[in-house]
């Protein structure tokens, strides 16, 4: 068919969604047209993220190449889509076929999901006028219902996963990293400040607290109460005397780090994306493009209640005296991109790329710190990683935000968080398979392929993720000749070919997975439609597969053994590994092939530990070299 060999079309010299992620389906709406319809900054040169902001231009601007954030081609890659859709626009065997993808959106979803989805020709959910399974985007603030995880079809996404919370509450946070702390030693794990959950730590903190006072020559801790429950500054107090130390609510005392980068005398935190397509096998891709958000008063210890001063929160700054004024050093607002930050850096001959790689680190760590998560298929978290960095350049993981927060509040927000959402449509990976919203019949154009088997021997693709400096890595794939080593989905497969033997063995091995699957996600159709597919599928015993996805949510190192038969959507076509780069997200995990195969069957954490330990001296014998 003429219109599919578009979709391999070959991306444009300097974009960096690869050819794959080019070759990704943006549907023509119904009149075949492809409404194209960014928003006149989007289109230029004033996209770039380093040319936007409240302060212009950073010293000496984006640098090409290598760098924390490197140029986004987002012009070349969305006009070269574009014009790719101008002609399929023109095939009319494309015009027959494609349909718009769909998206749903739960109350209070920000609006600029709506709009970027638009931009990107989708079409909204009508609940009264659509089949409950026509959609492919679900989006919402709040966790699914488990039910919407159970049901899902292998041409849909959620944009959260089960329990993804365990790591955005302050406190439950705190708990993880202190366990790991304990688990893997503190000189790993130093990068969280010393916190303790109130009411329940409260000796431990009063011990800690008189032991800082009754050492001599040392000055005593300023400490940071914040409620376990609240977000954006909210109900936030500092204190050094544990007599200004009131709470009504469980509240985590954390160390205050009184000692923070400051750019002109103002405190910044920067706002790191991070976006986990999947937490079994775990793959974790961070945005090279990012928020540093200031305080709007000039840093001061003797004002400890000045939250214009210690709090970087944009939710409290765009209230303060001084944000809409110039000031020095920083420009109007309160915010900068990273690229302008890195700008900044570099001029002052700092290791931005070290620091990005340490920021990489405490992402992983962290993440490794929730697992195993429940497996689930076909969703994703979009996490927002607060992470201050002090004046030894010493970045510090505050928290991690569930739903970060996607208003547009200034020009630089546009431009970041606009982006950062066309690049996460691109990171779901949509084929035009998509589109139908149809079960997989089998031998239908719609059939998904099955999860490959790479054999032993195949290496890790040629330029694998390197932002942590990882060796290349095909020396370490296991070693024998016979035994194919499964790719990501291997715990998936075994499974689910235990149970289909075990239901049908009729069928051949291959086909049978994708046959249970329709058997499961056929979708409601017309009323009659219903009770005659309902009539059709499996019987009341309830599919096998079913019954162990329903028995297994509470979190076991088995969980992954579970995996839904969907294949996973983050992997890349041409050799089953998660796809490196999409636009501005970067894979950062599995890093090597040691990590991969340790989180693949089950997160094996402490050979990832390993890895992740040598992968740091590695990271500081480069730097002493450079040194
Ligand atoms: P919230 O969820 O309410 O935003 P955060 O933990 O992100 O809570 O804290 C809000 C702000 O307070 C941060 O953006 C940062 O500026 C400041 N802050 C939080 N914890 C610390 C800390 N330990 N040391 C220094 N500043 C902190």
């Not at 574009?82 to 609006?111: G, I, Q, W, Y």
């Not at 084929?431 to 392929?449: I, Y």
């Not at 983050?570 to 040691?594: C, H, T, W, Y």
Request: charged fraction near 25%.
């Amino acid at each position: 068919m003429k219109g599919r060999g578009v979709r391999h079309d070959v991306p444009p010299q300097g974009a960096r969604h690869g050819a794959e992620a080019a070759a990704r389906l943006s549907p023509l709406p119904s009149n075949g047209r492809r409404p194209f319809l960014l928003r006149a900054p989007a289109a230029g040169p004033a996209a770039h993220p380093s040319a936007c902001g409240s302060g212009g231009n950073g010293p000496g601007g984006a640098e090409a190449g290598g760098g924390l954030v490197r140029q986004f081609p987002v012009c070349c890659s969305l006009s070269a889509r574009a014009s790719k859709m101008e002609k399929m626009a023109d095939d009319d065997d494309a015009r027959e076929t494609l349909k718009p993808l769909v998206f749903r959106l739960h109350e209070n979803a920000p609006a600029i999901v709506r709009e970027v989805l638009l931009e990107r020709g989708w079409t909204e959910f009508d609940q009264k006028e659509q089949d409950d399974t026509d959609w492919n985007l679900y989006w919402r603030n709040s966790p699914f219902p488990m039910t919407d995880h159970h049901s899902i079809k292998p041409w849909q996404r959620l944009n959260h996963y089960p329990e993804a919370v365990r790591i955005t509450r302050k406190d439950y946070l705190a708990r993880h990293l202190k366990r790991m702390k304990g688990a893997y030693g503190s000189t790993l794990y130093e990068f969280s400040p010393v916190a303790f959950i109130m009411p329940n730590d409260y000796i431990k903190f009063i011990a800690e607290y008189s032991k800082e006072r009754q050492s001599v020559g040392r000055r005593p801790s300023y400490w940071i109460c914040k409620p376990v429950h609240l977000s954006r500054g909210r109900g936030i107090l500092i204190f050094q005397d544990i007599k200004d130390l009131v709470y009504h609510c469980t509240v985590i005392v954390q160390k205050y780090i009184s000692n923070p980068l400051l750019i002109s005398g103002y405190k910044l935190d920067l706002r790191l994306y991070v976006c986990v397509t999947s937490f079994c096998p775990l793959t974790i891709y961070t945005y090279e493009e990012g928020l540093v958000r200031f305080a709007t008063e000039k840093f001061d210890l003797s004002s400890l209640d000045n939250v214009y001063a210690h709090l970087t929160n944009t939710s409290i700054n765009k209230y303060g005296a001084s944000y809409k004024t110039y000031k020095e050093g920083i420009g109007c607002g309160c915010k900068w991109t990273f690229s302008k930050f890195r700008s900044y850096l570099r001029i002052f001959g700092v290791d931005d790329m070290l620091l990005w790689q340490k920021m990489n680190n405490i992402v992983i760590l962290t993440l490794l710190a929730v697992t195993p998560l429940p497996e689930a298929s076909n969703c994703f978290e979009l996490f927002g990683f607060d992470i201050l960095i002090d004046d030894k350049f010493k970045p510090w993981l505050l928290e991690v935000n569930y739903n970060p927060a996607l208003c547009l509040d200034c020009s630089i927000d546009d431009t970041v968080k606009r982006k950062l959402l066309h690049d996460i449509v691109e990171l779901l990976n949509y084929k035009q398979n998509d589109t139908h919203r149809q079960n997989e019949m089998p031998g239908s154009k719609a059939v998904r392929r099955q999860v490959p088997w790479r054999r032993t021997g195949q290496s890790i693709p040629e330029g694998a993720p390197d932002l942590l400096s990882c060796q290349k890595v095909s020396a370490c794939i296991s070693a024998s000749p016979t035994q194919p080593a499964l790719q990501f989905a291997r715990g998936s497969i075994r499974k689910v070919s235990t149970l289909t033997k075990k239901t049908a063995r009729a069928h051949p091995r291959e086909t049978l997975t994708s046959q249970l699957r329709e058997k499961r996600n056929m979708p409601k159709a017309s009323s009659q439609g219903k009770t005659e597919a309902k009539n059709k599928q499996l019987p009341a015993v309830r599919s096998p597969l079913i019954s162990a996805q329903l028995s297994r949510w509470s979190p076991s190192p088995e969980a992954c053994n579970y995996k839904l038969s969907t294949r996973p959507y983050f992997l890349s076509d041409k050799d089953q590994m998660p796809i490196r780069q999409v636009g501005g997200f970067v894979l950062i995990f599995p890093f090597n092939e040691a990590a991969l195969q340790a989180s693949k069957d089950g997160i094996d954490v402490k050979s990832i530990i390993k890895e992740i330990n040598k992968l740091v001296s590695k990271q500081n014998s480069t730097r002493q070299r450079k040194a």
